[in-house]
């Protein structure tokens, strides 16, 4: 009788497949606490008290909420932007909640970076976009700002860029998901290879100098040839930065996602072969890994931030921003103080609405208490620098949340110091999730690869 095959874990471009530490989703930690913790109530007057207590540098984010075209995969708050009389009077709103921001700030206050997503920027005008700089420039005390922006390729026009130059935006984001055409359509986002090549070129054109493509694994129909393709194609077209997601099902929190096709979705098996694939690729290619999934060239400023260990990681995802407060500017946009989080209004009209009235729009959001800085601390080290230094009653606390990581060597401690191990990227978030105080209940998240 044949003795029985003892085989261990599979492992893929050097990452080691353990399914079960990463059966439980978990939060991205874009902040902490995550916004699942947000509560709905009016912020108005403790967003008034914090905007009015700021000294010093802070960093602006401007949402606008609109896209010429929805894609089915997307869980952004967006809408159609198909009637201009909507569009114009949100830019009116945003123009007004500019105004009454500002007035609020200390006169020591300076912005150092200013970052406008959605939705797509480009849904609205160029022109519409240059007085929305204006309002900007009239209005805060600009001290020669980062500016930055995400774009929809499929709706560049050449007077993008006149304005991308006039205005002086040095960073630009390109969301383009995937370059295989068939995988294009089973996700609502048809766009051409040379439509995103005419895109780069047109950016770099405009002064430009950091061009990232927003890239997806996980996606209907994507199998590895698919995905090591685009990234080819992609490390080709002179992507600075690449941020390589993953992509998240949720139909029954994003019904626009029910127009996928479930069946031909990658099982978790294929998703973690697909991102650890991708990150040998792309590290191969000559990017440095920042965290799990975001790669800049050497001397990209990201990168340059990771390897001096200035890397932070805010409601945008990695960043090399130092500013410890981000002003957030739109509906559903998010702002970020020392003690507080504050999500505006996501639903455009009621944002209007409020704006209108002279009131600030926050009408979400979470204070953070000391407790919640202390392991936002750890959180935060684990995810940008690989290692935390933990306070004792943590660790004694945490222990046994910890040894199955410890056990299978991604992660170590020495001392108080927990340090993940090389190799250990896909897990980051779930180690890190050891020290979230507010997972012991259910919560739906994406999937941790």
């Known amino acids: 009788m044949a003795a029985d095959v003892m ?11 353990w399914p079960e530490l990463l059966e439980t989703p978990v939060p991205r930690y874009t902040s902490y606490p995550t916004a699942a913790e947000f509560v709905e109530e009016s912020f108005e007057e403790r967003q008034r008290a914090a905007l009015q207590a700021l000294r010093g540098t802070v960093s602006l984010y401007l949402h606008i909420p609109y896209c010429q075209e929805i894609c089915w995969y997307c869980g952004c708050n967006t809408g159609a932007a198909n009637k201009s009389q909507r569009l114009g009077a949100y830019l009116e709103a945003l123009h007004h909640e500019i105004e009454l921001v500002s007035r609020l700030l200390h006169p020591s206050v300076r912005v150092s970076r ?34 930055s922006i995400e774009l929809d390729p499929r709706t560049l026009a050449p007077d993008w860029f006149m304005a991308i130059r006039g205005i002086g935006v040095i960073k630009a984001s390109l969301g383009v998901q995937t ?3 068939r995988v294009q359509e089973a996700i609502g986002r048809i766009q051409p290879r040379d439509l995103i090549a005419r895109a780069t070129d047109g950016l770099r054109n405009a002064g430009v100098d950091s061009v990232n493509f927003d890239l997806m694994y996980g996606l209907p129909f994507q199998t590895d040839e698919i995905l090591s393709d685009t990234l080819e194609q992609s490390v080709a077209m002179g992507a600075d930065r690449v941020a390589l997601f993953g992509y998240a099902h949720v139909p029954h929190m994003i019904p626009r996602q029910k127009r996928i096709d479930v069946s031909q979705l990658p099982d978790q098996r294929a998703r973690f072969r697909m991102a650890a694939q991708g990150h040998a690729q792309l590290a191969s290619a000559g990017y440095q890994p920042v965290g799990f999934d975001h790669f800049a060239l050497p001397e990209d400023d990201l990168a340059v931030a990771a390897r001096t260990g200035t890397l932070r990681r805010n409601f945008q995802g990695f960043t090399e921003d130092q500013s410890p407060v981000l002003l957030g500017l739109g509906a559903s946009s998010i702002s970020e103080f020392p003690e507080l989080f504050v999500q505006t209004e996501k639903n455009a009209g009621r944002y209007r609405m409020l704006i209108g009235a002279d009131q600030l729009a926050g009408r979400k959001g979470v204070a953070r208490s000391a407790e919640d800085r202390r392991r936002g601390t750890i959180i935060t080290d684990l995810l940008c620098r690989g290692s935390a230094t933990i306070d004792a009653d943590l660790l004694a606390g945490n222990r046994d949340r910890l040894e199955p990581f410890i056990a299978r060597g991604l992660a170590s401690l020495s001392g108080n110091v927990l340090t993940l191990a090389k190799s250990s990227e896909p897990y980051a978030r779930s180690i890190a999730a050891v020290f979230d105080a507010y997972r012991s209940g259910v919560r739906q998240f994406s999937s941790a690869v």
């Open 7 to 17: 085989t261990g874990p599979e492992t893929f471009a050097g990452w080691t497949y």
């Open 179 to 181: 370059l295989d055409p």
């Open 114 to 147: 200013i970052a406008f997503g959605g939705g797509s920027p480009n849904a609205i005008k160029p022109t519409d976009f240059v007085r929305l700089v204006d309002r900007l420039t009239l209005n805060f005390r600009l001290e020669k700002p980062v500016l």
